[in-house]
């Protein structure tokens, strides 16, 4: 991932919340004052509310969980400024099921 702070962040879609994306589609994520932007090639596809995230998440299963993988330590940096929150590392935690 090429991380260009005014062309945003590339990113591929590991699925999740935007139905009218496809698994696997490129897009850009940009950081905001407003909270984290999603686009497509041609247009905006999502907002999200920084107040809105609850939890950061990276690793090798945080797919599993939240439905995108992002591991880019300048984009983590980035979101935990917006957010307030905490970046974990899945891969380091023991969940039990």
């Known amino acids: 991932m090429t991380a260009v702070a005014e ?3 590339k990113v591929s879609y590991d ?3 935007i139905p009218e994306v496809k ?3 490129e897009l850009r994520l940009f950081i905001t004052a407003n909270g984290i932007r999603f686009a497509g090639k041609k247009t905006d596809l999502i907002t999200i ?3 809105s995230v609850t939890e950061i998440s990276y690793g090798q299963d945080v797919h599993r969980r939240v439905g995108a993988a992002i591991g880019v330590a300048g984009l983590l ?3 935990e400024g917006i957010t307030g929150k905490k ?3 899945s891969d ?3 969940v039990k099921n």
Do not use: Q
Request: proline fraction near 5%; avoid cysteine.
């Open 7 to 9: 062309d945003g962040y």
């Open 15 to 17: 699925g999740g919340s």
């Open 23 to 25: 698994t696997g589609t």
């Open 49 to 51: 509310p920084s107040a």
């Open 77 to 79: 940096a980035g979101l």
């Open 87 to 89: 970046a974990v590392d």
């Open 92 to 94: 380091a935690m023991t």
